[in-house]
């Protein structure tokens, strides 16, 4: 642990004063007794009006770090640590979310100064020299080329690859690439698992195609002197922001450091032997070697992590020589030790923000959108095969059909049935905004022009009426809602739908039950739940990386939605979010999205319920940090902050 400094240090030094009482006089005692309380009133007041650990900055947060490796990390938690210790090659500019500034790339891109060409399909870096690693290597575009591949080859199961993948890959069929095993399959002629033998070894017929995949991304990269280029297949107008700094997977990696360790070698016959291995297997998922400003002093695992200042960093050394990320579980214990100033920093979930609102020597910063949609999806066509939550699968009043939500009017009637406004105010306390599409307010593409549905329980029933010619609102229906076990704001969103359709008319019957996380996952994903809540959150800033999993026929969510979403989705959205990617101008693309979204409000094809507000809570002496989207979601970027 570090020596905690201002009143912790001066509680540490009483004991010792104590021990020497034993062989003086009374008047010496006496003396030492009032000199000790006027050093700790000192102490108190200094803590109350200045500052408590000064060289220490401390957050409490509850998310446990998976890894310490750039190419393997893919939630916050791990992407807050990486990205103390690992610079990317362009950082974001402040609070903006289009703008960036240099940072291993000593320039930004663009069309303007000749380093984006070929209509957005090759980006020109110019690597800053005398870069060093927390080794004391030296950084060159070799690294930051090597750093790239070796994302695309491990290519860990859930992890980030698959971004870089379709921006660097080539498409397949006009589809984009998300995994480089994608294109061996291609050049093989056969499945991924079938190119192996039953020990693992890979069988010698697939070589060749093993070889020409590495190939293929290896020709997306040149090196000329200290410049990197990166060649694209095709253009990818998102490209800046997926490697921009809090975007942990496309941080720099030290590649003669990481071969040392174990990591694969950059060899182009022997890839494969890399790719998605198991975390423990990974070689650098708990060390580090950075370029970033601070370094690994310790990390004891599901408990804290602590950085030390890298005074080698390129830029200015850090301004605090040491950062802890603490993971408290309890918001009662994260309280008490903001309260007390053992935290400078603290995570508080919205039920307990007034807890904290009025603390003294606390500032709590909240109202800023998050790039965040949680929404409702309708299934068109539900798979009621091995698990009914249909009822009777009829339309019958004791069940639905499995096209139940194919039905427009009874989508729009759904839509006008949820109290916005009230779950907004009652559940997450007025901490967010109603969205009008799958597109967060803050990025481009985002539109107030683009309507949005409201409660509005006569337009719910008038809808409900027209659905299925009138024998709906006859017959009523009956049908199972599945949330999340422990997520009680997607519980709290189901039990509001189903009081409100009851209200409506008391044939209309929903029940409401949980389910573990991964069973949950199992049934949205096999299509067996009729409604369900989920949320989104940016990967990076680009509206792209909403309108691609919530509506194109193969997104994250949309694929999943079945057979008659996919057909909608084939012909009103897919082309629009192919034709978005086919442009860098910023107002083609904000036009495209701005009709993709009024398209979706008008098929009603999700119900959009929330988009959060985020909110941090920060001891007054800290200095230094400001709002931006991403670094919101991402976690602290310690190297700004100060005390």
Not at 63 to 87: F, K, N, R
Not at 138 to 148: E, G, M, R, W
Not at 452 to 460: D, I, Q
Not at 566 to 583: C, D, G, Y
């Amino acid at each position: 642990m570090l020596r905690v400094k201002g009143y912790g240090r001066l509680l540490g030094r009483r004991r010792p004063l104590t021990k020497q009482v034993g062989g003086m006089n009374v008047k010496n005692v006496k003396k030492i007794i009032l000199f000790a309380v006027v050093v700790l009133m000192l102490g108190l007041f200094v803590f109350a009006e200045g500052v408590a650990n000064p060289d220490t900055l401390i957050e409490e947060t509850i998310g446990t770090i998976p890894s310490l490796d750039p190419a393997w990390c893919y939630d916050t938690a791990s992407v807050e640590a990486v990205s103390q210790m690992y610079d990317n090659l362009i950082q974001y500019d402040a609070t903006s979310l289009t703008k960036y500034l240099p940072m291993i790339s000593t320039n930004v891109p663009s069309v303007a100064d000749g380093t984006i060409l070929d209509n957005g399909k090759t980006y020109v870096f110019h690597i800053r020299k005398g870069v060093k690693f927390h080794n004391g290597d030296v950084l060159t575009p070799q690294d930051v080329k090597y750093s790239f591949e070796r994302l695309l080859v491990l290519d860990r199961s859930g992890g980030a690859a698959w971004m870089i993948a379709e921006a660097l890959f080539p498409t397949i069929n006009g589809n984009y690439v998300d995994s480089i095993t994608q294109w061996a399959e291609k050049f093989a002629g056969v499945k991924w698992k079938e190119m192996f033998n039953e020990n693992g070894t890979l069988k010698s017929q697939y070589e060749d195609a093993i070889v020409k995949t590495f190939e293929l991304m290896d020709k997306d990269f040149e090196i000329k002197g200290n410049t990197l280029i990166i060649h694209l297949p095709h253009p990818y107008p998102p490209f800046l922001s997926m490697i921009a700094h809090y975007a942990g997977w496309t941080s720099i990696e030290d590649k003669k450091w990481a071969v040392e360790n174990g990591a694969w070698p950059g060899t182009a016959k022997d890839w494969w032997k890399y790719n998605n291995p198991t975390r423990e297997k990974d070689p650098l998922y708990s060390i580090e070697n950075g370029s970033g400003p601070f370094m690994l002093e310790r990390w004891s695992r599901g408990r804290e992590i602590v950085f030390k200042r890298f005074d080698g960093y390129w830029n200015t050394p850090a301004k605090i020589k040491y950062a802890v990320i603490r993971r408290v579980s309890e918001f009662t214990t994260r309280k008490l030790d903001l309260q007390r100033g053992n935290a400078d920093i603290i995570y508080v979930p919205e039920q307990y923000m007034a807890q904290v609102e009025k603390m003294s020597g606390v500032r709590v910063l909240k109202g800023f959108p998050t790039l965040e949609i949680v929404s409702g999806f309708f299934n068109f066509n539900v798979n009621a095969k091995g698990k009914s939550l249909i009822g009777s699968g009829k339309l019958d009043g004791n069940g639905v059909p499995p096209d139940f939500f194919s039905d427009i009017n009874v989508r729009k009637a759904f839509e006008y049935l949820f109290p916005y406004e009230k779950y907004i105010n009652e559940v997450w306390n007025g901490e967010g905004m109603i969205p009008n599409s799958c597109i967060p307010k803050g990025l481009l593409g985002y539109s107030e022009d683009v309507p949005s549905y409201n409660y509005n329980l006569e337009k719910a029933t008038e809808y409900f009426k027209k659905a299925y010619n009138g024998e709906l609102w006859k017959k009523g229906f009956k049908f199972t809602i599945v949330y999340n076990t422990g997520n009680q704001q997607r519980r709290l969103a189901c039990e509001m739908i189903k009081f409100y359709a009851r209200k409506i008319n008391p044939k209309f019957q929903i029940n409401v039950v949980s389910e573990l996380w991964a069973s949950y996952l199992d049934d949205v994903f096999a299509g067996r739940l009729p409604f369900f809540v989920m949320g989104w959150t940016a990967d990076y800033p680009d509206a792209y990386d909403f309108a691609q999993p919530f509506l194109s026929s193969f997104g994250t969510y949309g694929a999943f939605l079945g057979k008659n979403f996919r057909k909608l989705a084939q012909k009103e959205f897919n082309p629009l979010i192919v034709a978005s990617m086919k442009t860098s101008v910023p107002e083609e693309r904000a036009k495209i999205y701005k009709e993709l979204a009024t398209r979706a409000h008008n098929y009603a094809v999700e119900l959009y319920m929330i988009q959060p507000y985020g909110h941090h809570v920060e001891r007054t002496w800290v200095k230094g940090w400001y709002y931006n989207p991403m670094s919101l979601m991402a976690g602290l970027d310690f190297y700004k902050l100060s005390k």
